[in-house]
């Protein structure tokens, strides 16, 4: 869609042509449980977690590349995505991480 605008001192009409691209979605969910920050970031070199600097953990995830921040409470925040199947991806790929630190937990 074309934009016209007049500029200040001209009767020339100036003709704007935006062109628009997805580059980061934000995604926001909750797992309805808790999470141990501390033991998911010994279980991968993937999650940092630095409690004094942020209350959660940063989970960079390569492929697809989306880092989520994971909060005790068991919300997850996805940032970097560039589609909702790249979201769902990345966020499968915490829950699949969640599910393995759980049934290790289990099995001590």
Do not use: W
């Not at 005790?72 to 699949?96: L, M, P, Q």
Request: aromatic fraction near 6%; glycine fraction near 6%.
């Amino acid at each position: 869609m074309a934009t016209k605008a007049t500029a200040r001192n001209s009767k020339k009409p100036i003709v704007l042509k935006p062109t628009y691209a997805i580059v980061n979605i934000v995604a926001n969910t909750e797992l309805g449980v808790d999470l141990d920050l501390y033991g998911l970031a010994k279980l991968s070199r993937d999650i940092d977690y630095e409690p004094e600097q942020f209350p959660g953990a940063i989970f960079k995830v390569h492929d697809p590349k989306a880092a989520l921040l994971l909060f005790k409470n068991g919300k997850i925040i996805c940032t970097g995505a560039r589609t909702e199947a790249d979201v769902r991806k990345a966020i499968d790929h915490a829950i699949a991480l969640i599910k393995r630190y759980k049934a290790g937990a289990r099995g001590r």
